[in-house]
Nanobody, 126 residues
Framework: VQLQASGGGLVQPGGSLRLSCEVA????????IAWFRQAPGKEREGVSS????????YYGDSVKGRFTISRDNAKNTVYLQMNSLKPEDTAVYYC????????????????????WGQGTQVTVSS
């Protein structure tokens, strides 16, 4: 099982980026995929998740209305479209996978996810 996150970079405030999480060794249908982020000196934070079985999506309060999670089963890839980026969105972003089901009340808890990809750096700065 492998997860490969990509798409990070430097962007100005108000700009957009799209992160990709390409998975190998399993199919998206049976996993929950989540994005987390961690800024220097801060705890890891759940950003968004999408269920492979139900398609249900969840978002952290700080990104609601600005970020959109989606998946392409044919490409075994989950995307995170990030719009209206703010300096406080600066962090290393990670994708993670949990087999089967994660309760909606727990989607943001990192211990629910067994598999993690390497991070991709997102920097929002003028």
């Amino acid at each position: 099982v492998q997860l490969q996150a990509s798409g990070g970079g430097l962007v100005q405030p108000g700009g957009s980026l799209r992160l990709s999480c390409e998975v190998a060794g399993f199919t998206l249908d049976f996993y929950v995929i989540a994005w987390f982020r961690q800024a220097p000196g801060k705890e890891r934070e759940g950003v968004s998740s999408i269920s492979g079985t139900t398609g249900s999506t969840y978002y952290g309060d700080s990104v609601k209305g600005r970020f959109t999670i989606s998946r392409d089963n044919a490409k075994n890839t989950v995307y995170l479209q990030m719009n209206s980026l703010k300096p406080e969105d600066t962090a290393v972003y990670y994708c993670a996978a949990a087999r089967g089901f994660v309760y909606g009340s727990s989607w943001y808890k990192s211990y629910e996810y067994e598999y993690w990809g390497q991070g991709t750096q997102v920097t929002v700065s003028s």
